[in-house]
């Protein structure tokens, strides 16, 4: 299948920071991606649709300033926590499809944001 | 608004032993179904995606099953192995929508 890969898997950063998250497709070209966020024992949760060229579309209740996604080409997406809290701790998963709503969806491997 | 729900919401069972995990869904009309696993603090790994045309798709020991009409898909996982233990989420695409939505997944575990 398809590969999507997500970098860093773990980070541990400062309260007040920014971390920056990257979700790249390796082996074929997404204008869309997709951005979630899981909490423990829990489903995920789509967070924002990231289009390529043009503004991620955010869930209700994201707040957009606090989680800034970038879709600058056909093939990464970043998404970049705001002046991080500890309350925005998670997991967070981007995924891609090589094709239209009818195609298999691929995850990267996730990324544990822990800020202390 | 779609929900999707998985029942059981956990699973202890020996090695070898056949099982059933169940995905239902209210919105019939959808693109395909997926299955998924997860393993803890990892991503997802994708094992069988259904079209809203088809009926069931295998691979290996994994048997995936898919009844639009009624809302209900089964993943049938034969003469399980400890390796099979993971989450197993399932999830739809609706029809004019690009993403998906997901159950809470079923929690497995095969004991040796």
């Known amino acids: 299948g398809a590969v999507v890969s997500q970098h860093p898997s773990r980070v541990i950063c400062k309260s007040g920071t920014s971390v920056k998250i990257e979700c790249r497709s390796l082996d074929f070209q997404a204008t869309t991606m997709f951005w979630y966020r899981q909490f423990p024992k829990q489903s995920l949760m789509l967070m924002a649709t990231?289009?390529?060229?043009?503004?991620?579309?955010?869930e209700q209740g994201v707040e957009k300033d606090k989680f800034l996604i970038n879709h600058a080409s056909l093939t990464l997406s970043t998404l970049t926590v705001t002046s991080a809290h500890p309350e925005d701790s998670s997991f967070y998963i981007c995924s891609a499809s090589p094709g239209a709503a009818k195609t298999e969806a691929f995850f990267g491997q996730g990324t544990r944001l822990t800020v202390v | 608004k779609q929900e999707v729900t998985q029942i059981p919401a956990a699973l202890s069972v020996p090695e070898g032993e056949n099982l059933v995990l169940n995905c239902s869904f209210t919105d019939s009309a959808i693109y395909n179904l997926q299955w998924f696993r997860q393993d803890p603090g990892k991503g997802l790994t994708s094992l069988l995606l259904i079209q809203s045309s088809q009926r069931e798709q295998t691979s290996g020991r994994l048997n995936a099953s898919l009844d639009k009409s009624s809302g209900r898909s089964t993943l049938y996982i034969a003469a399980s192995q400890p390796g099979d233990s993971a989450t197993y989420l399932c999830a739809t695409r609706e029809v004019g929508y690009s993403t998906l939505t997901f159950g809470k997944g079923t929690m497995l575990l095969v004991s040796p």
């Open positions: 990231s289009n390529e060229g043009s503004k991620a579309t955010y």
